[in-house]
Structures are given as structure tokens and as C-alpha cells.
């Protein structure tokens, strides 16, 4: 019976699901024929995290709250504690944190007043993920790192798979992308040892993440392979569905649109095939990134629109969870609070009691009166404090939902805008010595950078759309989408030429629109030829400066916009000759306008001029730290007034 138990365990680590779920239940039928307390109590965990593991909560939960009314009853301490460990998971998995945080430490009491190492650093490992759910991070790495000390000594490979996992992912969220893969490759060393084909797949997973975050496209489309190939073995199609949607991703990142088209179609065939709404609703966000792309706007529309479905279907699954964990918790408490119960019914019993006598005592009439106008009272003023309350509470609801479904489609929009921008790996690759600047004011900006290579020649630009946040956001997709057709549609390379190309198509774009769309857009751009180091430059309003022989030198814009205007001029093509060692500078107005300093003003173009001018001794990374700190020193408490860009280029 110990064995079909430890049996189920172990065939569940290596995936097969099936033949694991069938020897948990002959093992519970065998404990309850033979009467084998303990025997049912471990059938009943095994079959809650069997459950558990397939999100069906309430069964899951049933098992776990029989596991533990049996392990009460007989005083079992360590099974009592494995119980209350598996429905803190329950909980966890519901998104109630408040109540798994509680199970958690009451389970890990138990386990160090008996000295149980395996429900210490279990517990102490669930403790680390519900900080890091909330982000408390350094409380997360605490929990976790002392999990792993446990796990190390008492050689649990499997264990300490999972805590080094789960560092490694705490440092990601944490931005420290060469910390995390520390991690995850020592974690997916001991899951090849242990064989644990979940645990690989999840680690080079992970890895295949980090290196798309890095961004080393290669490498994560090289880790989510072999971790697709897993999954595919293992017939794990949730997981097959999700990967196949990151490398379709990751294809969307490297322009190569045919491949991403095939991966996330199949990506979104398999997630609609097992009804997976999450992966539904990923692999819909992702093909609208790929469209948004490619410029397929009816497409986008389309996609969007299903994720906007799906994500609300989700939300409407939250919803259900909730009134879940409201039974769930009466359930548990009415349980496992047994003994407390019987006994307050004995004191309100008792209190009857004397209560009765002292009514009899006084005059029975006058006081039963007093008594039922008084409870009357407190009746009547608890039920309107009560409604008012619900009033309260279900506004707050209203809102926070409508905040949060904002919250998520500016998020979305995010992906969206980040898969316009180049990424800043790909220009420190054109451009070694290079940095780029960039601090939206919102989730989303009106401000972005663009690079295109044309034979000899690199383009680059930062743009400037008119507003911030979700409307300078739009209008930024529309202006980035006319400089790619520009140069690759219609062939055009000379800077002036292409910002007439493009003002031409932004306005056929906004006249479609029944209102009258004064937006726009205006941007230094720049085409340098990597062989000759010849500049040809063109801006609209924002100009071009650059650092010769020690000396800042500007070349003025045109005073007129991307958009519409009256009076339309077409746009001036410069030539700089620049040697090696000289340094451009292509940025909006979003720094020199930022208000602070001891009186609060601008901080200026002037400021910036000699700030750059004073930075070229250092390397480009130092420049652009050198300029964060003076922003922050200037900005201090106030806040941040416009999208910052600011792009530097030695040559």
C-alpha cells in the first residue's frame, strides 16, 4: 500500500498522469478494505494534489479536508501537517494568499515542533512563491533560500529543483537576467539527473525565456526546442501549445513573419483543441503582435478582439474562483474548527442558562420588552450598516475590475508597441558603442526609436508622436508602420525624402478618419553609411547634434511636423561628414522639458548641451547613466511631464 502510494508519486514526476491517478486509487481501495488509517490518509493527499494539479479544487480540496479530519482525530502531527500543507496549496492556486499564508505557517509550526525537514522546506518553499506573487521579493528569496538549505542537506534532488527554479525566477522578475540563469542551470542539471521530464522542459523553458529577454534570440529559440520536444514526448498539449507560442514570438522578434505565422497558428490550433483559455488568449495577444508587425491591421482588429473575448472569459473564471474559496473556506473552517465549535455551543448554552435565571430574577415582562426593542435596534442598525456596506464593497469591486481590465489592455498595448521597437541588442550590434535612453511617462508612449538597414546604409530615428500614453501609443503604431513602408515599399533612403513620404502617408491614414485628426509626429533621422561614415540627416522640429574634435556642433530641423498642416514644405536633406571617435545625438523634447531643480523650472536644451559635451570622456554606457542621474536629480519628487529619448552614437 506504501508502496502503490510512493508508486503514484514517482510515476506523476515523470509525467505519466494516467498510471499515477490509477495507483493513488488502488491504494486508498486496499487502505479502506484493510482499515489502514495511515494508509488512507496518504491515499487521500496523493489523490488532492492529483486533483490539485488539474485545477479541480474542490476535489482536490475534499481529499485534503478528509486527509486531515482523519489525521485529527487519531493525533497524527506529521500527516496532519502534510494535509494542511496540500489545502495551503489549494488556496494558493485559488489566489487566496491571505488563507494559504496561514496554512503554510501553521503546517510549518508543526513541522519544527516534530522536527519534519520535508513539510519545513516544503512549506518555507510555498511561503517563498505567495511573497513573490505579491512582490515582496527579498522576503521571497528568504523563504526560498532557507528551503534550499533544508533540501540540500537532506539530499532531495527534486526539491532542490524546485527551489533553485524558483530563485532563478525571482531574479528574473527581479531584472537580474544573468542571476536567474545561474540558477535555472543548476536547477536543469539536477532535473537530467533525477529524470524528471517536467522539471526539464520547465527549466529550458525558463532559460529559453531569460535569453529572449536578453535579448539573445538564438539561444531562447535553441532552449525552447528542446523543451518543446519534451512536452510533445510527455503529451503535455497545454504546455505544447504555450511553447510553440513563445518561438512564434521569438520568430516575430526576428522579422522572419512566415515562421512566427506557422508556429502561433499551431500554437492557437492546440490551445482551441483542449479549451485552454489562457493559451487561447496568449497565442491571440501574440498573432496580434505579429500583425501589428507586418502592418495587417484588419488582422489585428480581429485578433484583438478574440483576446478581448478570452480575457474576459477568464476574468468570469476569476470570478468563480472566488465564490470557490468562499466555500471552500467555510468548509475548512467548520472542520478543522470542530472541537472550538462544540465547546462555544456548550458556553452559549451555559450563558442561557444564567441569562434565564436572572431574567427571573428581575421583573420577566419589563425585561424581555427592553430586551427585544434593544435587539430590534441593534437588528435594524446592523442590517442598514450592513447594506451600506455591501454598497461600498461592490463599488469598490466595480472599480477595481474596470481599473484592472484597463490596466490589462494598456498592458497589452505595451506588447504591442514594444514589438515596433528594435531591440536594443540588435542596434549595440550595429552600433557597439550606443545607448538608447528610454523612459515612457505611462505603461505606453508616444515616443519610440527605429532602426531599418538599407545595403551600406543604417536608418535611425527617434520620433516624438503628439501625446503620451495610449493615444501618443496609437498614433506612434501608425508613424512606425509609414517609415517601414517607406523604406521598404517604396525604396525611398534620403532622410528628407523619406519624412515627405511619410507625412504623405500619415495623412492619407488620418483622412479615412470622419473627424479631423490634427496628430503627428515630429523626429531627427538620421541614414549612416557604415563604410564611408557619411551622415545624411533630416528633422521635423528636432534637431541633430553632434560632437566633433571636442566640439558640439547642431544641425536645425524644419519647423514643421509629421501631419497636417497648412503650407506644407517638403523636408531638407543635410550631409555630415563625420571620423571616427565623433558622436551623434538624436532625441525628443521629453528631457530638456522636465520640470524640477530648486524652483521647479525646465531643465532646458542648454542644460542637456553641456551635460552630453561634459560626458564624452566616459564610455556610452557611463553617458547614459550620467544622464539618468542628473534626470532623477532634477525630477526629484515631481512627476515625470513627457515620454524621455535620448539616443547616443560614437562612430
Known amino acids: 500500500?506504501?508502496?502503490?502510494?510512493?508508486?503514484?508519486?514517482?510515476?506523476?514526476?515523470?509525467?505519466?498522469?494516467?498510471?499515477?491517478?490509477?495507483?493513488?486509487?488502488?491504494?486508498?481501495?486496499?487502505?479502506?478494505?484493510?482499515?489502514?488509517?495511515?494508509?488512507?490518509?496518504?491515499?487521500?493527499?496523493?489523490?488532492?494534489?492529483?486533483?490539485?494539479?488539474?485545477a479541480n479544487y474542490i476535489k482536490a480540496m475534499d481529499y485534503d479536508l478528509k486527509s486531515l479530519n482523519i489525521s485529527e482525530k487519531?493525533?497524527?502531527?506529521?500527516?496532519?501537517?502534510?494535509?494542511?500543507?496540500?489545502?495551503?496549496?489549494?488556496?494558493?492556486?485559488?489566489?487566496?494568499?491571505?488563507?494559504?499564508?496561514?496554512?503554510?505557517?501553521?503546517?510549518?509550526?508543526?513541522?519544527?515542533?516534530?522536527?519534519?525537514?520535508?513539510?519545513?522546506?516544503?512549506?518555507?518553499?510555498?511561503?517563498?512563491?505567495?511573497?513573490?506573487?505579491?512582490g515582496n521579493y527579498s522576503k521571497a528569496l528568504e523563504y526560498m533560500s532557507n528551503a534550499l538549505v533544508i533540501d540540500t542537506k537532506k539530499g532531495d534532488k527534486n526539491g532542490m529543483a524546485v527551489d533553485l527554479g524558483n530563485i532563478g525566477g525571482i531574479y528574473n522578475e527581479l531584472g537580474n537576467y544573468s542571476k536567474a540563469l545561474e540558477y535555472d542551470l543548476?536547477?536543469?542539471?539536477?532535473?537530467?539527473?533525477?529524470?524528471?521530464?517536467?522539471?526539464?522542459?520547465?527549466?529550458?523553458?525558463?532559460?529559453?525565456?531569460?535569453?529572449?529577454?536578453?535579448?539573445?534570440?538564438?539561444?531562447?529559440?535553441?532552449?525552447?526546442?528542446?523543451?518543446?520536444?519534451?512536452?510533445?514526448?510527455?503529451?503535455?498539449?497545454?504546455n505544447t501549445a504555450l511553447y510553440m507560442g513563445n518561438i512564434g514570438y521569438v520568430y516575430t522578434m526576428q522579422k522572419n513573419y512566415p515562421r512566427a505565422k506557422g508556429y502561433l497558428d499551431s500554437s492557437l490550433s492546440i490551445a482551441k483543441s483542449i479549451k485552454e483559455k489562457e493559451d487561447i488568449k496568449v497565442a491571440y495577444a501574440d498573432l496580434a503582435i505579429l500583425d501589428?508587425?507586418?502592418?495587417?491591421?484588419?488582422?489585428?482588429?480581429?485578433?484583438?478582439?478574440?483576446?478581448?473575448?478570452?480575457?474576459?472569459?477568464?476574468?468570469?473564471?476569476?470570478?468563480?474562483?472566488?465564490?470557490?474559496?468562499?466555500?471552500?473556506?467555510f468548509d475548512f473552517k467548520r472542520k478543522t474548527d470542530s472541537v472550538k465549535a462544540d465547546q462555544d455551543r456548550?458556553?452559549?448554552?451555559?450563558?442561557?442558562?444564567?441569562?434565564?435565571?436572572?431574567?427571573?430574577?428581575?421583573?420577566?415582562?419589563?425585561?424581555?420588552?427592553?430586551?427585544?426593542?434593544?435587539?430590534?435596534?441593534?437588528?435594524?442598525?446592523?442590517?442598514?450598516?450592513?447594506?451600506a456596506n455591501m454598497d461600498i464593497s461592490h463599488q469598490k469591486e466595480l472599480v477595481e475590475g474596470k481599473n484592472k481590465e484597463i490596466l490589462d489592455s494598456i498592458t497589452y498595448a505595451k506588447r504591442l508597441q514594444e514589438a515596433i521597437l528594435p531591440p536594443i541588442g540588435l542596434i549595440k550590434k550595429v552600433f557597439p558603442e550606443s545607448f538608447v535612453l528610454y523612459k515612457p511617462k505611462d505603461i505606453v508612449a508616444g515616443d519610440f526609436y527605429w532602426m531599418e538597414r538599407a545595403g551600406d546604409n543604417?536608418?535611425?530615428?527617434?520620433?516624438?508622436?503628439?501625446?503620451?500614453?495610449?493615444?501618443?501609443?496609437?498614433?506612434?503604431?501608425?508613424?512606425?508602420?509609414?517609415?517601414?513602408?517607406?523604406v521598404k515599399e517604396f525604396h525611398i533612403t534620403e532622410p528628407g525624402k523619406i519624412l515627405d513620404k511619410v507625412t504623405?502617408?500619415?495623412?492619407?491614414?488620418?483622412?479615412?478618419?470622419?473627424?479631423?485628426?490634427?496628430?503627428?509626429?515630429?523626429?531627427?533621422l538620421c541614414c549612416i553609411n557604415t563604410k564611408t561614415n557619411e551622415i545624411l540627416w533630416s528633422g521635423a522640429y528636432n534637431p541633430l547634434w553632434y560632437v566633433q574634435q571636442g566640439e558640439m556642433h547642431e544641425v536645425?530641423?524644419?519647423?514643421?511636423?509629421?501631419?497636417?498642416?497648412?503650407?506644407?514644405?517638403?523636408?531638407?536633406?543635410?550631409?555630415?561628414?563625420?571620423?571616427?571617435?565623433?558622436?551623434?545625438?538624436?532625441?525628443?523634447?521629453?528631457?530638456?522639458?522636465?520640470?524640477?531643480?530648486?524652483?521647479?523650472?525646465?531643465?532646458?536644451?542648454?542644460?542637456?548641451?553641456?551635460?552630453?559635451?561634459?560626458?564624452?570622456?566616459?564610455?556610452?554606457?557611463?553617458?547614459?547613466?550620467?544622464?539618468?542621474?542628473?534626470?532623477?536629480?532634477?525630477?526629484?519628487?515631481?512627476?515625470q511631464v513627457d515620454d524621455i529619448l535620448v539616443i547616443g552614437i560614437r562612430v
Open 504 to 524: 504623405e502617408l500619415v495623412l492619407e491614414t488620418f483622412e479615412k478618419s470622419e473627424s479631423d485628426v490634427q496628430d503627428g509626429m515630429d523626429i531627427s
Open 1 to 54: 500500500m506504501n508502496a502503490m502510494n510512493k508508486l503514484s508519486t514517482a510515476i506523476e514526476k515523470i509525467g505519466n498522469y494516467d498510471s499515477s491517478f490509477l495507483y493513488a486509487e488502488r491504494a486508498d481501495s486496499l487502505a479502506e478494505k484493510l482499515n489502514f488509517q495511515k494508509g488512507i490518509i496518504y491515499s487521500y493527499i496523493n489523490l488532492g494534489i492529483f486533483y490539485n494539479d488539474r
Open 458 to 486: 543604417i536608418l535611425i530615428a527617434a520620433a516624438d508622436c503628439t501625446g503620451h500614453g495610449v493615444p501618443g501609443a496609437l498614433v506612434s503604431v501608425i508613424c512606425s508602420n509609414a517609415l517601414n513602408r517607406t
Open 74 to 134: 487519531l493525533g497524527y502531527k506529521k500527516e496532519i501537517g502534510e494535509a494542511i500543507t496540500s489545502i495551503g496549496i489549494v488556496y494558493f492556486n485559488l489566489g487566496d494568499y491571505s488563507k494559504s499564508l496561514e496554512c503554510d505557517l501553521k503546517a510549518l509550526t508543526i513541522a519544527q515542533e516534530i522536527g519534519d525537514n520535508d513539510i519545513s522546506s516544503a512549506n518555507l518553499c510555498n511561503l517563498g512563491n505567495i511573497y513573490d506573487n505579491e
Open 186 to 238: 543548476k536547477a536543469l542539471k539536477i532535473t537530467q539527473e533525477i529524470g524528471d521530464k517536467d522539471g526539464i522542459s520547465s527549466n529550458l523553458q525558463s532559460i529559453g525565456y531569460l535569453y529572449e529577454k536578453l535579448p539573445d534570440y538564438p539561444k531562447a529559440l535553441q532552449f525552447y526546442f528542446r523543451a518543446l520536444a519534451i512536452v510533445r514526448e510527455i503529451g503535455d498539449k497545454s
Open 346 to 387: 456548550l458556553n452559549v448554552i451555559s450563558e442561557r442558562k444564567s441569562q434565564q435565571q436572572k431574567m427571573l430574577l428581575n421583573s420577566f415582562i419589563g425585561g424581555f420588552t427592553l430586551m427585544l426593542a434593544l435587539a430590534l435596534f441593534i437588528f435594524i442598525g446592523y442590517r442598514q450598516k450592513q447594506k
Open 292 to 329: 501589428s508587425a507586418t502592418g495587417n491591421y484588419k488582422a489585428i482588429y480581429e485578433d484583438y478582439k478574440e483576446y478581448i473575448v478570452y480575457r474576459d472569459s477568464l476574468l468570469n473564471d476569476a470570478n468563480t474562483k472566488k465564490m470557490l474559496q468562499a466555500q471552500m473556506n
Open 556 to 639: 536645425e530641423a524644419d519647423k514643421q511636423p509629421i501631419g497636417k498642416q497648412d503650407n506644407l514644405q517638403p523636408f531638407h536633406t543635410h550631409t555630415v561628414k563625420l571620423k571616427k571617435g565623433d558622436f551623434l545625438y538624436l532625441f525628443t523634447d521629453g528631457y530638456a522639458d522636465q520640470f524640477g531643480g530648486p524652483k521647479g523650472k525646465k531643465f532646458k536644451y542648454k542644460q542637456l548641451y553641456e551635460v552630453l559635451l561634459a560626458s564624452t570622456s566616459n564610455s556610452m554606457d557611463e553617458q547614459k547613466t550620467i544622464l539618468e542621474g542628473h534626470l532623477d536629480d532634477w525630477k526629484g519628487e515631481l512627476e
